[in-house]
């Protein structure tokens, strides 16, 4: 017999022993992972009779059992006192009855690392489907790029513990933990996530971020527009509207991408929150990022309606007629419509020559921050006969009127104007009732 196995079987035989002979505890056990049936039961407090520095098992004092028994040493959470595994286990009692399974399909594995930290040693490789008990939970999210969750701190079924970054993990809490995670790995959850969320282009989360809304391209009905029964993913872009009529169910196809039979759209998911929309237009492939928005995107439009609106009427308190000796008078009016009188001079220069002096006043774009300070706001004049065209100007208030500063064409990037005209026209406008 080999001398390790043989050392083995001495040391379990003089454990057995000792036990047998009423031997005293040399630590105390919180079972971490339990029985379903009998003891030790999750939760529990052991003796240990015998810690073992040989093989990865522990001998251990089970509570109605009349011999020791050998306990995987990753199922148990060891401490020197009585004392401290007590209060250990008041503290895991609300989490006996949580596990999580393992949801990450492809390669590598998902590592179980010694710390919760990206870079902490890996100590065990988990698997697909796996069944894992989870022992504690990091107090905050943490990023590891490009997901963000929290770690957790996990045990085996065959005796390793460590921590988990909890992207690949799907938690639950079960008194039957295989059948319920069977279940769960029956289900595409990711698919249906697809199915039940509204995406919107990810330019939607930018013009947020900027504070810059185009009120043309961010709107309700902008977006993928899943509708499972009636097998049909309906995307509708600001210029144009894709139905994608799928036959079937769905195909998945990777670790994380679908296709719909019957139609060439695919969609790649990148994570909860992010997915790539891939088609054909014009004979060319379109891949396009579409992603989710917390917030509520019609109160978004009506704030920045709001926001344009609260401008105008900024400007309407200080008289609703600019006159220009030069450039002629531009009436105001309380829908935001204007008529202007007298811009030939403006004509064909910044003004087309066929429009009849009557639109609507728009505040769209920004001053960017290096001018900002020069200059009140952004105004835009839009001529019925030109709807998608308008006139901006930057406008600064000056002596009891307006002083106006017209644009080039590359003074606008994103809806921020960053410089005027590099020969701009300058109109003073006197401001009155």
């Not at 017999?1 to 079987?9: D, K, N, V």
């Not at 902490?120 to 969750?149: E, F, I, M, N």
């Not at 704030?303 to 009436?331: C, P, W």
């Not at 220069?349 to 900002?372: E, M, N, Q, W």
């Amino acid at each position: 017999m080999p001398h390790r196995t043989l050392a083995a079987c001495v040391a379990a035989a003089c454990g057995l022993l000792l036990a047998a002979c009423g031997a005293r505890p040399v630590a105390y056990g919180v079972v971490l992972w339990g029985e379903t049936s009998g003891s030790p039961r999750t939760g529990s407090l052991v003796s240990i009779l015998q810690n073992s520095t040989i093989g990865s098992s522990l001998l251990i004092s089970v509570p109605g059992d009349s011999r020791p028994r050998e306990y995987l040493r990753g199922r148990l959470r060891v401490f020197p006192r009585k004392s401290d595994a007590t209060a250990f286990a008041a503290a895991y009692a609300p989490s006996v009855s949580s596990w999580a399974v393992v949801m990450k399909e492809d390669s590598p594995p998902l590592p179980l690392r010694e710390s919760p930290a990206p870079d902490a040693r890996p100590v065990y490789k988990l698997q697909y489907g796996q069944v894992v008990k989870v022992v504690s939970r990091s107090a905050d999210k943490a990023d590891v790029k490009p997901y963000t969750d929290y770690w957790y701190e996990v045990a085996t079924e065959d005796g390793f513990t460590g921590w988990c970054f909890g992207h690949f993990l799907k938690t639950f809490t079960s008194a039957d933990p295989a059948t319920d995670a069977q279940h769960i790995l029956s289900q595409d959850e990711v698919l249906a996530r697809i199915m039940g969320t509204t995406w919107r282009p990810a330019w939607f989360l930018d013009m947020m971020a900027r504070g810059a809304i185009d009120l043309t391209m961010f709107r309700e009905d902008v977006g993928l527009f899943p509708s499972p029964e009636d097998k049909l993913m309906r995307l509708v872009l600001p210029l144009s509207t894709f139905e994608f009529h799928y036959t079937g169910d769905p195909q998945k196809v990777g670790a994380a991408s679908y296709t719909f039979p019957g139609t060439d759209l695919r969609i790649d998911v990148l994570d909860d929150q992010r997915i790539d929309v891939s088609y054909h237009y014009k004979d060319q492939l379109k891949t396009d990022l579409y992603v989710t928005v917390k917030d509520d995107v019609a109160q978004v439009v009506a704030a920045e309606q709001q926001r344009r609106t609260d401008l105008y009427n900024g400007l309407l308190k200080n008289g609703a007629v600019l006159s220009s000796d030069a450039y002629g008078t531009i009436h105001l009016q309380p829908d935001m419509r204007f008529t202007w009188d007298g811009f030939s001079k403006l004509v064909p220069t910044l003004v087309r020559p066929d429009v009849k002096g009557r639109g609507t006043v728009d505040f769209s774009l920004h001053a960017a921050k290096g001018i900002a300070s020069d200059f009140d706001g952004v105004i835009t004049f839009i001529f019925d006969e030109y709807p998608k065209a308008g006139l901006s100007f930057l406008y600064k208030g000056a002596g009891g009127g307006l002083r106006f500063t017209s644009l080039g064409r590359d003074s606008v990037q994103d809806l921020f104007v960053t410089q005027p005209s590099q020969t701009p026209v300058v109109i003073f406008f006197r401001q009155g009732s």
